[in-house]
């Protein structure tokens, strides 16, 4: 019996650790399949798609820049996708194309789970207001802050984000304004949604923002030490982490969604994480 065809789609792809993830994830769970990397082209993501699916594929994760696409493509969705308003998962099944938004759970996961950090009753500060920021909101809102304050260079996207969510933030203040606005206020954990690390670059962000304790995340990985978590060893942020660990999280997500059984993921980012250091 062949086995059970996976994959990732993305332009750019060679980089992608998820095949690496995902074969673990298998031999670690006694399931049998296979998990490739398919580059598309800019314009072929949904012809690419059929095509593997044609071919026996039964899901894909999906990534930059085709999330939009895969939410288009999505017959049906789960509450975190529509509320993300991007797919990064798909499942393929009698019933047609399901699509499903894993990376916001992977970033509330790796938070509680990997490093300890509980989010009920903390002050969240949450950089970006893209497609990043987006695809965490529900489940950073799921966790109960005392409040999730949002801060982006266009102030107007991060009043966007904040009144679409309103609804869901229930009795948790949700807040919008400048990297500047952000000045005499203080959080116990600050998360980078911003696509500053892509470019060696730091939010502009006023000093005096991390609690005792607090927990600087750039969802960044790969890169050692960003911009952002540079600055905030500087202004005296207590912990420091990168996004390796929601990668890992989200794929366990996903691995979830398609056979039914949650991977132990501690031992696979272990092992990511020494390759990556390593190398």
């Not at 950090?117 to 949450?126: M, Q």
Request: hydrophobic residues 45%.
């Amino acid at each position: 019996m062949n086995p059970n065809r996976y994959a990732v789609i993305g332009n750019p792809i060679a980089h992608s650790k998820s095949p690496v993830i995902h074969a673990a994830f298998a031999a670690q769970t006694g399931q049998t399949l296979t998990y490739e990397a398919l580059l598309a082209p800019l314009d072929g993501f949904a012809a690419t798609v059929a095509g593997f699916r044609a071919a026996g594929g039964r899901g894909c994760n999906v990534t930059v820049p085709f999330k939009l696409e895969a939410f288009a493509l999505a017959e049906r969705r789960s509450p975190r996708a529509q509320a993300a308003g991007a797919v990064n998962t798909l499942k393929f099944d009698a019933e047609g194309i399901y699509g499903d938004n894993t990376d916001g759970a992977g970033l509330v996961r790796d938070l509680t789970h990997n490093l300890d950090c509980p989010l009920a009753g903390r002050r969240i500060l949450l950089l970006g207001a893209g497609g990043a920021a987006r695809g965490v909101m529900l489940p950073l809102l799921s966790a109960a802050p005392a409040r999730l304050t949002l801060a982006n260079r266009t102030v107007s996207r991060a009043e966007a984000l904040v009144a679409e969510f309103s609804a869901a933030a229930g009795s948790t203040p949700l807040t919008a304004g400048s990297f500047a606005d952000l000045a005499g206020s203080q959080f116990d954990v600050v998360i980078n949604a911003t696509a500053a690390s892509l470019a060696d670059e730091a939010p502009p962000l006023p000093p005096g923002l991390y609690a005792p304790g607090a927990l600087a995340y750039d969802m960044m990985y790969g890169r050692g030490d960003t911009p952002f978590l540079v600055a905030a060893r500087g202004d005296g942020a207590a912990r420091l982490a990168d996004g390796l660990g929601m990668l890992v999280e989200q794929a366990a997500e996903s691995f979830l969604l398609w056979r039914g059984v949650r991977p132990a993921t501690a031992p696979v980012l272990a092992e990511l994480r020494r390759q990556i250091e390593g190398a």
